[in-house]
């Protein structure tokens, strides 16, 4: 099994709501990641994590919250985003943050936001 | 202004013909990756080149890292449809550094 996937592939939310995305991979990868990826631009880093504890946030607002409750899990927390939060939010995962220097990683393919 | 520069930013090309992505670093390079993706979808990891001069091939494409590594290209030879999507290199600028994304190359391959 060498999938990551990615679930809702679309979701549509209003600036109140509160949803989440989840992610799941069973290559027993130690990191995990999120991105961003605005339209025609390329995929920028939010948050990594390593062995289920948060490693890398990169200045993201909070109201995006990252979740690892295990190994093969990862959440992402919505709550009162704003219409330029609209994006595709792709999950990835590799074998270690170090490996994940080697550029080796796989990708889900995405949950596309739409923030109204 | 982007550390990672890809050129050109878009391409027309007729199937079979050849075709040549660059990406050009204003750093040394600790590694380059190339990325495939289809608009919307997630990313597929193509090739990954390390060591200045390297160069790997998969099926009918090929990527080399050059000597200075600063810049590497990524080459379609005789191209099919199937390989139309966005090419994306990636890269991290310091040891140990996050991986990093170009903007991206948009190729359409006309049947």
């Known amino acids: 099994d060498t999938e990551v996937t990615q679930t809702p592939k679309h979701l549509v939310m209003g600036m109140t709501n509160k949803k989440s995305l989840k992610c799941e991979q069973h290559?027993?990868?130690?990191?995990m990641y999120w991105y961003k990826q605005k339209a025609k631009k390329p995929p920028e880093l939010m948050f990594v994590y390593s062995y289920e504890k948060l490693s890398i946030n990169e200045s993201v607002p909070s109201r995006f919250s990252p979740e690892c409750p295990n190994s093969s899990l990862l959440n992402l927390h919505l709550h009162a985003l704003q219409p330029e939060d609209s994006a595709l939010y792709l999950c990835?995962?590799?074998?270690?943050?170090?490996?994940?220097?080697?550029?080796?990683?796989?990708f889900g393919e995405g949950s596309r936001l739409t923030v109204l | 202004s982007q550390e990672l520069e890809q050129s050109p930013q878009s391409l027309i090309v007729q199937e079979g013909k050849n075709l040549t992505i660059n990406c050009t670093s204003s750093?040394?390079?600790?590694?380059l990756y190339w990325y495939k993706q289809k608009y919307g979808e997630g990313l597929i990891f193509l090739m990954m080149?390390?060591?200045?001069?390297e160069e790997k091939s998969h099926e009918k494409i090929t990527a080399k890292l050059d000597e200075k590594k600063q810049q590497s290209s990524l080459h379609i030879t005789a191209s099919q449809p199937s390989h139309a999507g966005i090419y994306l290199c990636?890269?991290?600028?310091?040891?140990?550094?996050?991986?990093?994304f170009g903007q991206g190359t948009e190729l359409s391959v006309k049947p």
């Open positions: 080149l390390q060591k200045g001069g």
């Open positions: 290559m027993g990868h130690r990191a």
């Open positions: 750093k040394t390079l600790y590694g």
């Open positions: 990835a995962s590799s074998q270690g943050v170090a490996r994940a220097n080697t550029g080796e990683l796989f």
């Open positions: 990636g890269a991290s600028l310091r040891r140990g550094g996050k991986l990093i």
